[in-house]
């Protein structure tokens, strides 16, 4: 194993991925040698392939090279054609819903039941929400001093979160689509985190107004939850009101305790960022056999990324255990073509310039080890953007692929903790979950000892199995959501700003 030099996933391939740089010259498998230096992560052709012939890995076809590639040759992102998508209207449904489960360790957790029975909070949160961009500054100010005056008073809350965000005035408020940011904002607010405590600082002249907010639950819309600055006498004022409110919230939350819950009460994100080659080889896998563990044990746990499922969506769909959910399912990918063609582009757009470095030609490529996250239970529901799942089991819920996009639309969907893959490397965080972060490479571990929560690059080189680190992976998410640790991010207080998913024009 020590030897080895390339991976092939599977037996169908005609080309596999260097583990390290590759000299040319040097024989990378038997009889096939490197006929130019090729980089870590990058394709080599283990066969002659044809001018026009197919590329295979993961068994499945990433395209048609444009010249002859004898073997031993560097194929990358110039080497290879895009194939059409597959279609979606005959996709085959429940032809591979039989899985053999394996055992979870544990079967129970440490979490605050929620209020109105959805899936438990993971962290005790005052989360105060905004109804507009406005605002943020003056939040800001009040949340530092919530923090650093009150919090301390209440010593059984994890924390407060500030849900500040760029949608809520300037926009095309009842455009078609504007239904989607709408979505997502009133289920932030509904996070189990957050304890049923509802919270809602306004300024007075927005266009989603409080009313709107709150429309699926107008009785929220009163006194003592909402606070409108521009009724305030002032600055002093805006700060006092936030600060008196946020403090009989906070009473209330100082009453939330944890208790022991099955697994059936723990809702899962999943998602990659800054992927390469491997994480469809390593860290992807680990995650899938994690979340075969949750769901074997009754949890819930939900994959996204619609430009990165597209191309193995037919995979999915023979997954679903019911024809309505494979409907959905291509319901989804159908409104997302669409509206990337209104932006006169397509899935294409999807690799980054770090994925191509990291061995990632198509997004083709990249779908066959984003998928692998999802491991290999039936999928009982399909979710659009920011919906809330009524089901327990494996959910795919429709986003965009963009890491800062698809996290606030799962956060929205419930989830209580996010386990996160990149075989690049990023600080990527959320402050109102924790998020455990899995590396494909071990380089990046060694680079960023104190950013990655564990490291599933020895399964490229056979020194680990994807059980075994997907178990390690397992027993971390049980502790972390627990409260009995943290994740690194979390530990280092990283977060991103939270970006809505808007599709509805800007006026």
């Not at 979870?104 to 979490?111: R, S």
């Not at 289920?187 to 985190?193: Q, S, T």
């Not at 429709?398 to 419930?414: E, R, W």
Request: aromatic residues 6%; hydrophobic residues 35%.
């Amino acid at each position: 194993m020590d030897n080895k030099l390339v991976v092939k996933v599977n037996e169908h391939d005609n080309v596999a991925i260097a583990i390290r740089d590759l000299a040319a010259g040097e024989e990378v498998a038997p009889g096939v040698f490197a006929r130019e230096p090729i980089p870590q992560a990058h394709k080599v052709t283990l066969v002659d392939i044809p001018k026009g012939g197919k590329v295979i890995r993961c068994g499945v076809v990433l395209g048609t090279v444009f010249e002859d590639s004898p073997a031993g040759t560097w194929i990358n992102e110039d080497s290879l054609k895009l194939p059409i998508p597959p279609p979606l209207d005959q996709m085959q449904w429940g032809t591979n819903v039989g899985w053999n489960p394996p055992t979870p360790p544990v079967t129970t957790w440490e979490g605050y039941k929620s209020p109105d029975g959805f899936y438990a909070g993971t962290r005790n949160y005052l989360g105060i929400q905004t109804t507009v961009q406005c605002v943020t500054g003056v939040l800001n100010v009040a949340i530092e001093k919530i923090r650093r005056e009150i919090l301390p008073k209440y010593p059984n809350v994890d924390g407060v979160v500030p849900i500040n965000h760029a949608y809520g005035c300037g926009v095309a408020i009842n455009a078609t689509d504007a239904y989607i940011p709408q979505r997502i904002l009133r289920n932030i607010a509904r996070h189990p985190n957050f304890g049923g405590e509802f919270m809602l600082v306004s300024l007075g002249c927005e266009k989603f107004t409080p009313q709107m907010f709150c429309e699926d639950r107008p009785e929220d819309n009163n006194p003592d939850n909402v606070i409108v600055l521009q009724e305030c006498h002032g600055f002093e004022d805006q700060v006092n009101q936030i600060c008196a409110m946020a403090k009989r919230k906070l009473a209330h939350l100082n009453q939330r305790h944890r208790e022991t819950l099955p697994l059936s009460d723990l809702l899962l994100g999943v998602q990659c960022g800054g992927s390469d080659a491997f994480s469809g080889v390593a860290s992807n896998p680990a995650i899938g056999y994690c979340v075969d563990l949750l769901v074997a044990g009754g949890g819930t746990a939900m994959f996204s990324e619609v430009t990165e499922v597209r191309d193995g969506v037919y995979l999915i769909a023979h997954r679903c255990k019911d024809e309505v959910t494979k409907k959905k399912l291509a319901n989804e990918m159908r409104w997302y073509d669409n509206y990337l063609a209104r932006g006169g582009a397509d899935r294409s757009a999807n690799p980054s310039p770090g994925n191509k470095k990291g061995g990632l030609s198509n997004i083709v490529e990249k779908a066959m080890g984003s998928i692998a996250k999802s491991g290999s239970s039936p999928v009982v529901e399909v979710l659009s953007p920011g919906e809330r799942p009524t089901k327990h089991g494996l959910i795919y819920a429709a986003t965009p692929a963009s890491d800062m996009v698809c996290g606030p639309c799962q956060l929205a969907s419930g989830i209580g903790a996010q386990l996160f893959t990149t075989g690049r490397g990023t600080p990527y965080g959320l402050a109102e979950i924790p998020i455990l972060k899995i590396c494909s490479r071990s380089e990046v571990k060694q680079m960023w000892p104190d950013l990655i929560d564990i490291n599933a690059g020895p399964i490229s080189s056979g020194k680990r199995s994807i059980q075994d680190v997907g178990t390690e992976l397992f027993k971390l998410l049980i502790d972390v959501v627990s409260g009995r640790k943290q994740s690194l991010a979390e530990a280092h207080g990283l977060a991103n700003d939270l970006c809505i998913f808007n599709p509805a024009p800007i006026t």
